[in-house]
């Protein structure tokens, strides 16, 4: 290996898969170093499980960039840092320290979708094949060369949670196949498309800014739905939709055929309301869209 150590950045369970990923190549556990950004100190993350059971060393970073920066500041040597799960975005000053490299991992085919919740973005503009990136680290977000990409297609009806964790299964086999070459020699990459507009999606982005109508096409809000859809993970806030001068946001949502809804090709003209039970149907073309919700208020 050309690197005196590895430095794992971010959080979860793919950057323990990508771990054992280095492990298992026979670099020693006391080369390797899991910073785990963000960590909460009243609870024990997977991250720290891991380097429980492998004795590899753990480091816990708040999200101070300041104590960040300091860290990888001080780091001597050749150091490989790979970055998964993260949200620390590296300072200037680390990027061109000597002796680093740093790569990361990113949801998307890059250039598409760079930012946050790039799963949802790729299911919001009916993307029907994704997949990850594993890039340089460069001056703009998810801007650096590329190193691997792997590809799959995105199946019909899935959700962003559920894209979300193909994903992370993906990034880890992506690693795998790209390291041992990281390992032995010096890459460049190739460099990312130039694209004049190139759109970085932030946290207060949305797909459709969050919304949906009655009077949409019900694929179209089944759509939105699936691509805010992150489970019990609340890393998106709920659908919302206004009818007859009230909001509601969604809390569960069904896409089902109705052969008896054959009308209303143009617009989803028959909806349904039960006050009581807080529940639309929405339909259009043999389709029924159910929505179980919530009253919000404005």
């Not at 390797?32 to 590899?56: D, F, M, P, R």
């Not at 949801?107 to 930012?115: C, D, E, F, I, R």
């Not at 069904?254 to 339909?283: M, N, S, W, Y």
Request: hydrophobic letters at 45%; aromatic letters at 8%.
């Amino acid at each position: 290996m050309r690197f005196d150590s590895v430095v794992f950045m971010g959080t979860g369970h793919v950057l323990a898969a990508c771990a054992e990923t280095l492990l298992a190549l026979g670099v020693g556990a006391e080369k390797v170093c899991l910073a785990e950004y963000g960590a909460n100190a009243a609870s024990i993350s997977h991250v720290q499980k891991y380097s429980e059971k492998t004795g590899v060393a753990y480091l816990g970073l708040p999200k101070q960039n300041a104590g960040a920066e300091r860290f990888f500041m001080d780091l001597a040597g050749e150091v490989l840092v790979v970055s998964v799960n993260n949200l620390y975005l590296f300072p200037a000053c680390v990027r061109n320290k000597a002796g680093l490299t740093l790569v990361n991992s990113h949801s998307s085919l890059l250039p598409a979708y760079p930012g946050l919740h790039a799963p949802s973005w790729a299911i919001f503009f009916g993307e029907t094949v994704g997949g990850v990136t594993w890039h340089f680290i460069g001056a703009g977000v998810n801007s650096g060369n590329i190193i691997h990409q792997k590809f799959m297609e995105i199946p019909e009806n899935i959700t962003a949670i559920q894209l979300d964790r193909a994903y992370a299964d993906l990034k880890a086999q992506a690693f795998g196949e790209l390291l041992p070459a990281l390992l032995r020699e010096k890459q460049d990459g190739t460099p990312q498309p130039e694209e004049q507009r190139r759109r970085v999606y932030t946290m207060a982005d949305l797909p459709n800014a969050g919304h949906i109508s009655p009077l949409d096409n019900v694929l179209f809000s089944h759509r939105v739905l699936r691509s805010m859809d992150c489970g019990d993970t609340a890393q998106l806030p709920p659908v919302w939709l206004d009818y007859a001068g009230r909001r509601y946001t969604v809390r569960a949502y069904r896409l089902e055929a109705a052969p008896g809804l054959k009308g209303a090709k143009a617009a989803c003209a028959l909806v349904a309301f039960d006050a009581e039970k807080l529940h639309f149907t929405i339909g259009q073309n043999g389709l029924a869209l159910h929505l179980d919700v919530r009253e919000k208020e404005v």
